[in-house]
């Protein structure tokens, strides 16, 4: 088992910035990579970033890259998302997720892929 316990969120403005924190415990040492989620009232769960564990790869979808930034403190087994030039569009819940399952690239923006949750952390961004 991998708990995961997020950070971080908050009430911001427009342009702000905010850093979310995903502390994970527990049996870690499976754990291929982590990714960061969001849930906007009424949506799907949306893919936002991902992070191996052990390497350098990222991934962003198009809606976030060059304003979000996933990294990770190996020793902490914390990892982070830097979310810069807050957008109201980017209200919602944020879930942290570990994958124990795979090193293969295939789903990785699917929750299906991943077997560990955080409970969420919610960014409002008002306009």
């Known amino acids: 088992q991998v708990q995961l316990v997020e950070s971080g969120g908050g009430l911001v403005q427009t342009g702000d910035s905010l850093r979310l924190s995903c502390t994970a415990s527990?049996?870690?040492?499976?754990?291929?990579?982590m990714g960061w989620f969001r849930q906007a009232p009424g949506k799907e769960r949306a893919f936002v970033a991902r992070?191996?564990?052990?390497?350098?790869?990222?991934y962003y979808p198009d809606s976030v890259k060059g304003r979000f930034t996933i990294s990770r403190d190996n020793a902490k087994n914390t990892v982070y998302l830097q979310m810069n030039s807050l957008r109201p569009e980017d209200t919602a819940v944020y879930y942290c997720?570990?994958?124990?399952?795979?090193?293969?690239?295939?789903?990785?923006?699917?929750?299906?892929?991943?077997?560990?949750w955080g409970q969420g952390t919610q960014v409002t961004v008002s306009s």
């Open positions: 997720a570990a994958d124990t399952n795979s090193f293969s690239t295939s789903g990785i923006v699917q929750p299906s892929r991943y077997d560990y």
């Open positions: 992070i191996d564990w052990n390497n350098d790869f990222t």
């Open positions: 527990g049996r870690t040492f499976n754990t291929r990579a």
